[in-house]
């Protein structure tokens, strides 16, 4: 009977462990900044992955769903930036030799069941909704009254 009991606290021990080796998606050491919108409102993408042979961006912003093809510079870093998009809210991914992974270098994303993510934004029109603002949120305010109740 001590056997189980062993099992278990031992068990119990490491399981704190396991939890431990989340790690949060925007903490990376990319050392390019992407996205970035651009005056005229084109976006460029950048990846940092000097071994790679072959990315793409697929985004929400192109009809071609297959992606846009990114060009290497001779730092490794791969480039892609956009025609000029109209204001809103923009997802997006990368396919880098095949395996589809989400920006490192942006900690924004969004969950889409059992997808991730990037996003963006372009300002300045319907996208605004989606900014954190200073607005007035009015007051909350406690108070307690006493109610008498009649008997039954």
Request: one cysteine or more.
């Amino acid at each position: 009977m001590r056997l189980p009991i062993t099992i278990y606290l031992i068990i119990s021990a490491l399981l704190p462990f396991g939890a431990a080796a989340q790690q949060n998606v925007g903490q990376t050491n990319q050392s390019v900044e992407s996205p970035t919108v651009n005056p005229g409102n084109t976006v460029t993408f950048r990846l940092e992955s000097p071994k790679a042979k072959s990315v793409k961006v697929i985004g929400d912003w192109s009809e071609d769903a297959s992606g846009k093809a990114m060009t290497k510079d001779r730092n490794g870093v791969w480039s892609f930036t956009t025609d000029t998009l109209p204001s809103e809210l923009y997802t997006y991914r990368y396919v880098v030799d095949g395996m589809t992974i989400i920006d490192p270098a942006n900690p924004f994303t969004k969950r889409d069941v059992g997808s991730v993510f990037s996003m963006f934004y372009i300002g300045d029109g319907p996208a605004d909704y989606y900014q954190v603002r200073d607005v007035p949120h009015g007051t909350l305010r406690q108070e307690m009254v006493s109610l008498k109740c009649p008997r039954s």
